[in-house]
């Protein structure tokens, strides 16, 4: 790989070294490479992790050995790609599990998609993303869902737009000067203008709405989830397809959101006052 293409990802390791005195510049590198794998791009050779990671070939593949010895990374000896390694997915279950968010979370998850037999889903954010953790599926044959672990733009959807919400305006502002506002599907606002307009009936109306105009249409309506501390933690929301999404169910689903945000939070231990 060239210097030129190395230098941005290993310029930004030093940058965090020098911040922090604790920083392990090999424990970074591991994991740079373990943040390469995607839904999409689940499986990758030797050259696209050195590249992706900004690393030498050799960095990476000593890198690879290591975590391939914890189980943290799998090669397929036949195709020589690497994938992620069942530790990864035993870690992830207990980072769900030691939040207690998805178990408190999970019944009432249940009881609305028993309620609108629409699909129910939980997320939190990670850095500049949402990650969704669990869902709830409807039991339609035409139901929508979502690609649990995927990582999603804080600007996208109503379940992003609620955790976006719920930062300081200066945090907001900081993350629009550095994030490039795409459209996830033609005719979508994603503006700053607009989505300022979004966040401000959101934390007026205690909710947020969005309608999918992607190939599988849809709707989605989220309600904030809060720890002990009053803060947005997560979102719980619920998706339907647009041909279903009449004016009755839009009601019941923003009553049942609202009232799951509000339980859930109660049993994570939100005080009554940070409820909108």
Request: proline fraction near 5%; glycine fraction near 6%.
């Amino acid at each position: 790989m060239s210097a030129a293409k190395q230098a941005p990802a290993e310029q930004a390791r030093r940058l965090r070294a020098a911040k922090d005195p604790y920083n392990v510049s090999t424990i970074e590198r591991a994991f740079d490479v373990l943040r390469t794998f995607s839904l999409r791009h689940p499986e990758l050779s030797l050259m696209e992790i050195a590249q992706a990671a900004g690393l030498h070939k050799a960095t990476a593949f000593r890198l690879l050995t290591a975590l391939a010895n914890r189980n943290m990374v799998i090669k397929n000896p036949r195709t020589g790609l690497y994938r992620l390694g069942f530790q990864v997915i035993e870690l992830a279950e207990i980072a769900k599990i030691s939040t207690g968010l998805v178990s408190q979370a999970r019944p009432f998850m249940r009881q609305i998609r028993d309620q609108l037999n629409e699909t129910v889903y939980i997320a939190v954010r990670t850095g500049d993303n949402r990650v969704s953790l669990e869902q709830v599926e409807g039991l339609r044959d035409l139901r929508r869902v979502v690609a649990v672990g995927m990582l999603t733009p804080l600007y996208v959807g109503s379940t992003s737009l609620v955790m976006l919400a719920s930062m300081p305006d200066e945090e907001i502002a900081a993350y629009f000067d550095r994030t490039e506002l795409v459209p996830p599907f033609p005719g979508a606002k994603v503006d700053r203008q607009t989505l300022w307009r979004n966040i401000a009936a959101i934390r007026t109306n205690g909710f947020a709405e969005t309608h999918n105009k992607r190939l599988d249409e849809g709707a989605s309506v989220s309600a904030p989830l809060r720890g002990p501390g009053g803060d947005v933690i997560g979102a719980l929301t619920v998706t339907i397809p647009i041909g279903r999404y009449t004016s009755e169910v839009r009601s019941a689903a923003i009553t049942a959101i609202k009232a799951a945000g509000l339980a859930v939070s109660r049993e994570l231990g939100a005080p009554s006052r940070g409820q909108s």
